[in-house]
Each structure stands twice: as structure tokens, then as C-alpha cells.
């Protein structure tokens, strides 16, 4: 018998069935950006500052594309803070600093919401790094 200080193992196997839940989430956002004529350069892009869940790429644009799996836009929005935000913008400028050749492009946040069901809604340019021009 597990002693009650060690738990039972559900915490993990929750655990691991939101980590499935959330790659699935990414899986769909990738097809639906290509899908709009997005070319998928990286998928959970590690890096040493934090992880890109999408890197696309379309004309002139680098999008970096966050992925929330949530009912709706606006709760996508809402669990994307500004901790969070200031992290993925510092992955980018990471990518960027070792991927020159992309430097070119416009760089673009992106958030895509995706549902349990029903269709991921693309929100281009979600947000943009405090200090930024608009474009």
C-alpha cells in the first residue's frame, strides 16, 4: 500500500493527459495555418529562454504562433499573461539571433485558440512587445 505522503499517480497521469491535450491542440493549429498558406517552420521550438509552440511563416511574416487550447478567443486572451508574453518574445529574439537569414521578415505575434471542438480561431498579431510601433 502507496503511503498517502507519495500520492496515488493520478497527479502524473493528469499530467500527462493535458501535455496530449495540449500537443494535440498544437497539431491542430499547425494544420489550420497551413491550411491559410502558412508554412510551419518549427513545432515546440526549445529554446534556452523558453519554448515557441509555432513558428510560421507567410509573405513578408514570421508569425510566432502561441497555442491555448480554450472554448474561445477571448479566454485564449485571457490565459496568456504578460509573464508569459515576455517570454515567448524573448524566444524570438533568441531565434532570431541565430537564424539571421530570418531577420527580413516581419515579425508578428499570433495567438490560435482551439476548442475541444469545433474549428482553432487564428488571432494575427494578438500582441505586440511593449514599446513596439504598430505596423
Same mark, same amino acid.
Given at each position: 500500500?502507496?503511503?498517502?505522503?507519495?500520492?496515488?499517480? #493520478?497527479?502524473?497521469?493528469?499530467?500527462?493527459?493535458?501535455?496530449?491535450?495540449?500537443?494535440?491542440? =498544437?497539431?491542430?493549429?499547425?494544420?489550420?495555418?497551413?491550411?491559410?498558406?502558412?508554412?510551419?517552420?518549427?513545432?515546440?521550438?526549445?529554446?534556452?529562454?523558453?519554448? @515557441?509552440?509555432?513558428?510560421? !511563416?507567410?509573405g513578408g511574416v514570421l508569425a510566432v !504562433?502561441?497555442?491555448?487550447?480554450?472554448?474561445?478567443?477571448?479566454?485564449?486572451?485571457?490565459? *496568456?499573461?504578460?509573464?508569459?508574453?515576455?517570454?515567448?518574445?524573448?524566444?524570438?529574439?533568441?531565434?532570431?539571433?541565430?537564424?539571421?537569414? @530570418?531577420?527580413?521578415?516581419?515579425?508578428?505575434?499570433?495567438?490560435?485558440?482551439?476548442?475541444?471542438?469545433? *474549428?482553432?480561431?487564428?488571432?494575427?498579431?494578438?500582441?505586440?512587445? =511593449?514599446?513596439? #510601433?504598430?505596423?
Amino acid at each position: 500500500m502507496r503511503s498517502p505522503w507519495w500520492g496515488n499517480g #493520478s497527479g502524473r497521469r493528469e499530467r500527462r493527459r493535458r501535455l496530449a491535450r495540449g500537443r494535440g491542440g =498544437e497539431w491542430r493549429a499547425a494544420l489550420w495555418l497551413r491550411l491559410r498558406g502558412y508554412r510551419i517552420l518549427y513545432r515546440r521550438l526549445r529554446t534556452p529562454v523558453g519554448e @515557441l509552440d509555432l513558428v510560421a !511563416v507567410r509573405g513578408g511574416v514570421l508569425a510566432v !504562433v502561441e497555442v491555448k487550447r480554450r472554448p474561445d478567443p477571448e479566454a485564449a486572451r485571457a490565459a *496568456l499573461g504578460p509573464v508569459q508574453r515576455r517570454r515567448i518574445e524573448a524566444a524570438a529574439r533568441w531565434l532570431l539571433a541565430v537564424r539571421p537569414d @530570418l531577420a527580413g521578415l516581419r515579425l508578428r505575434f499570433d495567438l490560435v485558440a482551439v476548442p475541444a471542438r469545433g *474549428l482553432p480561431r487564428h488571432l494575427p498579431d494578438a500582441w505586440r512587445p =511593449e514599446g513596439s #510601433s504598430p505596423a
